[in-house]
């Protein structure tokens, strides 16, 4: 599959017509008030397109998981007010997903006109892809378009099955994110250096091992790092390690040769917690009481060297605990050196986006990614239902 051979909404006529979007509205919520409405605004650009276009818009997403129940508290209500407030046009709200409301709204609804459908998850199909629910969707419009990147890697019967039914192809979130991520795997601005870090090797073992073969300085910080130096027989510690992971890091290691990079000091300490009495160790031999939670002084500087120069970054995971001050400074180090680069940077995984986000490097880097879990899969190298669904150019 030619990810970036996909039909977007620009290659499809929509004047006139009504249109299915997928999105991802599945905001944070604290006792019914929306706490960030990032997701909606993300999904602004498509929605204002269709609508210039004369289509007639009817949105779904799903909130939570309630499990193909109808839970009020995962009600898509607030985010159809909170909608409505940011196109400054009305929202209007079917009380179903699929029901005699979401129909009879449907049917009568025209062209400039939104209707959200409540959350896809209260249909017990929905994360079955049951064809009849696809069916059902697909009954209510003329064409689809899928822009829930965030839930690509799920075949579900509106982000997939629905697709069996209709022309489909991806909203500009969607599209964005193939571009990016599609674009770095394959056929990047080089040198194309990667950054893992995170707790677990075994998280990303997918993603090291799909890189490995595509780019040409792999640096692993993180948790993770430690799992590659005890298998070769560093000694690291209480510091985070897998010991079943060893003979594959073992495996990667000797694939990669001098591809890969790993910390060289370590800050470490005795009590895991944001205050604790911390030191820096100049190598690769920690005490065995002592557990590393950032990247040393030296290795940040190594790190930086690597990125200089580079075409394109693709970084996932902190390379310490970045959540605490007094670890955070091995992550700051390779933010500022990725922005610094110059280089086309993707940052994929919730934390990662989050230290660059507190740090106000956003704006900054040429792509944070909407969906963990789905960029995750896409950096595997895995097909996306989601997007493998949609019609090719
Ligand atoms: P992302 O969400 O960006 O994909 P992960 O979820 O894989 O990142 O990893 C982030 C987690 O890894 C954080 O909770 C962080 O505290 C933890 N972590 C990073 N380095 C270490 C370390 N050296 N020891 C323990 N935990 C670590
Ligand atoms: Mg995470």
Not at 97 to 111: D, T, W
Not at 115 to 139: D, M
Not at 319 to 335: K, S
Request: proline residues 4%; charged residues 20%.
């Amino acid at each position: 599959m030619n990810v970036l051979n996909k039909k977007s909404v620009e290659d499809i006529a929509v004047t006139g017509k009504k249109v299915l979007v997928r999105c991802d509205f599945n905001v944070p919520l604290d006792n019914g008030n929306i706490t960030s409405d990032q997701r909606i605004r993300a999904a602004l650009p498509t929605i204002n397109y269709l609508l210039e276009q004369g289509a007639a818009l009817i949105l779904c997403s799903h909130l939570g998981r309630p499990k193909g129940q109808v839970m009020p508290e995962f009600s898509l209500a607030p985010v159809a007010k909170r909608l409505g407030e940011l196109l400054s046009a009305p929202v209007v709200m079917a009380s179903d997903v699929i029901g005699e409301s979401a129909k009879c709204l449907a049917a009568s609804l025209k062209a400039g006109e939104v209707l959200l459908l409540e959350n896809v998850r209260f249909e017990a199909g929905e994360t079955k892809n049951c064809p009849e629910l696809s069916k059902q969707f697909a009954a209510l419009a003329d064409v689809f378009v899928n822009d829930a990147f965030g839930s690509a890697h799920r075949a579900h019967s509106s982000t997939t099955g629905v697709a069996n039914y209709l022309p489909a192809v991806c909203g500009y979130l969607m599209q964005k994110e193939l571009e990016y991520i599609g674009g770095a795997l394959g056929n990047p601005q080089r040198p194309l250096v990667a950054i893992l870090g995170g707790a677990k090797v075994s998280d990303k073992i997918g993603v090291i091992e799909n890189l490995l073969g595509k780019v040409d300085t792999l640096i692993v910080g993180g948790g993770m790092a430690y799992t590659f130096l005890a298998a070769k027989g560093n000694k690291v510690g209480m510091s985070l390690q897998e010991k079943d992971k060893y003979d594959l890091a073992l495996e990667l290691m000797a694939k990669a040769g001098d591809k890969l990079k790993l910390p060289v000091d370590h800050v470490v300490t005795q009590e895991f917690g944001p205050d604790g009495f911390n030191k820096v160790v100049a190598r690769n031999e920690i005490e065995e009481s002592w557990e590393s939670l950032d990247i040393g002084p030296a290795t940040r500087e190594r790190f930086a060297k690597e990125l200089q120069g580079a075409g394109t970054v693709i970084w996932n995971g902190p390379m310490g605990v970045a959540e605490w001050d007094a670890y955070a400074q091995g992550t700051i180090a390779v933010a500022n050196a990725i922005v610094e680069s110059g280089a086309l940077s993707i940052i994929g995984g919730g934390d990662s986006a989050a230290a660059i986000k507190k740090l106000g490097y956003s704006d900054k880097v040429s792509h944070v990614s909407t969906g963990g879990g789905a960029s995750l899969e896409f950096m595997e190298g895995k097909e996306l239902p989601g997007i493998a669904c949609l019609n090719d150019k």
